[in-house]
């Protein structure tokens, strides 16, 4: 079989191309900043704010905030999404229940239930965990529940010819067949917590990205609100990288070998 010759941008190395999109946003960044500056700061002034708040110690709170939220959330999501997605793809009465009450809620915009959450919590550290928990819960139990219902039937029916038992089927087929979707899960579940992240933390609070960007808002602070956005696109690209490794790391049996 003739392989096809590598194209002459497939020889670029991702370094490369990283650094050309990099340039390209910064170039997009000055447009903006030069033709509408009462709304765009400069990547110069954002960086000073930047630092000035590291050097003071008023950033770090913030952002500790808001990635223990995030994670906790999105951890305590990850863990009842599993069992529940489980359940809902190997019985049929609890699916029939569960399932309807799950897609209703998905379709309603986390920002639309916070305020009702909020009242009933208050504006602490639980209402704000909470509303990350539900929404990354109903990303992740609907795209594993997805996983586990497409496992191929093929796989099941060999093990139970070779005379494997239901608890086999399950924990030596069902269960990597599935993995892929569960870590597929897991970076929509925490791309997910990182958007309503700002939903949860506008309502109220003394700390977080989302509060510091409101008040930045508030008092036409265009550096500081921009650095808050910025990091907050930071923070959710390291989350993703870290579910990429995660995947190569669990998943690398399903790699083929490209002709």
């Known amino acids: 079989m003739r392989q096809k010759k590598s194209s002459f941008w497939s020889k670029i190395p991702n370094w490369v191309w990283i650094l050309i999109s990099l340039a390209l946003a910064i170039c997009l960044w000055l447009f903006a900043a030069w033709n509408w500056p009462k709304v765009f700061a400069t990547p110069a002034a954002v960086w000073e704010i930047f630092t000035g708040k590291i050097m003071d110690g008023t950033l770090l709170p913030h952002v500790w905030a808001s990635v223990s939220r995030v994670l906790t959330g999105f951890g305590i999501a990850f863990i009842i999404s599993i069992p529940v997605a489980f359940l809902m793809a190997w019985y049929e009465p609890f699916r029939h229940v569960v399932e309807p009450w799950i897609q209703f809620i998905r379709n309603i915009p986390p920002l639309a239930y916070v305020f009702l959450i909020i009242a009933a919590l208050g504006i602490g550290q639980v209402a704000k965990v909470t509303v990350i928990f539900i929404a990354s819960f109903l990303v992740m139990v609907i795209t594993i529940y997805q996983g586990v219902k497409g496992v191929d039937l093929t796989l099941i029916k060999a093990a139970r010819v070779l005379g494997g038992s239901q608890k086999d089927i399950f924990f030596k087929v069902t269960i990597p067949a599935s993995t892929p979707f569960i870590l597929v899960a897991a970076r ?4 997910t917590s990182m958007t309503t992240l700002m939903a949860s933390e506008i ?21 500081t609100m921009l650095m808050g956005i910025v990091l907050l696109g930071i923070i959710g690209i390291c989350f993703e990288k870290i579910v ?16």
């Open 244 to 259: 990429k490794f995660l995947e190569r790391r669990f998943t690398g049996w399903q790699e083929t070998i490209q002709q």
């Open 203 to 223: 309502v109220g609070g003394d700390k977080g990205i989302g509060m510091m960007i409101q008040r930045a808002s508030s008092n036409f602070e265009r550096d």
């Open 188 to 191: 929509l579940g925490l791309s």
